[in-house]
């Protein structure tokens, strides 16, 4: 159990943001050091622009986001250094070798050349990207850019890791590859939060599951809390998001 003095790895404060409508209203998060968390829901949710405004990339209208007891709209800088951040959409410089990338991006954080290269090193042999180590990104498939930008987002070791659908793109092995790699990090300490549509990955993941609709949080918890929740059982993760989700088509929002 997280004694109650650690601050929490995130704290999300009655965050809101509109666009043409509420996109985030009003949501409240936690989640703890060491957690493997995963937030799930339909899509227009709310879930992207959620991480985008923890992350720091997008100013919400309200609200506080903290990060390991930091502010992200006080110190975004100091905010930053303690996470990482990977889109469904990474972007990487086409004209680098991928072991280029991950030295640039580290001297970006100021880690020292012989232990960037070390740990680029290491990255790309976890991730399977040794055979191109040496190759312009520009010829890499999607999926392998995908493994190489989530090699840049862990090469200054985060404590907390937040993930947009990172297994968009990838085939079965480098899947595998990058869910070992987040259970590591998770096992060694390090907070991971993520969005994904795949329930397989969440059931056999997830520590605690958060379920989004409209900008809300509207269920959270273990899958066998969620499943009491919504009275399924020992169904699967599918079978419970969608009975908390839908009632005849219809939005049903759980009492919290």
Known sequence: ??????????????????????????????????????????????????????TGLLKPDRGAVAVF????????VGAKRLMAWL??????YDRLTPLEYLLFIAGLWGIERCS????????LVTLGL????GTRCEALSKGMRQKVALAGALIHDPRLIILDEPF???DAASARLAKNMLR???AAGCTVLMTTHILEVAERMADRVGVMAEGRLIAEGTLDELRERAGA??????DTFLALVETDGELHIVAA
Do not use: C, H
């Open 184 to 186: 590591d990090r998770v």
């Open 168 to 170: 968009t793109g990838l």
């Open 87 to 92: 889109s469904d959409e990474p972007m990487i």
């Open 233 to 238: 059982g020992s169904a699967t993760l599918e």
């Open 130 to 133: 040794e055979p191109q180590i």
């Open 1 to 54: 159990m997280t004694p109650i003095s650690e601050p929490l790895a995130l704290e999300i404060r009655d965050l809101a943001k509109a666009f043409d409508r509420p996109a985030v209203d009003g949501l409240n998060l936690r989640v703890w050091p060491g957690e493997f968390y995963v937030l799930l829901g339909p899509n227009g949710a709310g879930k992207t622009t959620t991480l985008r405004m923890a």
């Open 69 to 76: 007891g930091v502010d992200v709209l006080r110190d975004p």
């Open 116 to 123: 960037a290269e070390a740990k680029a090193r290491d990255l």
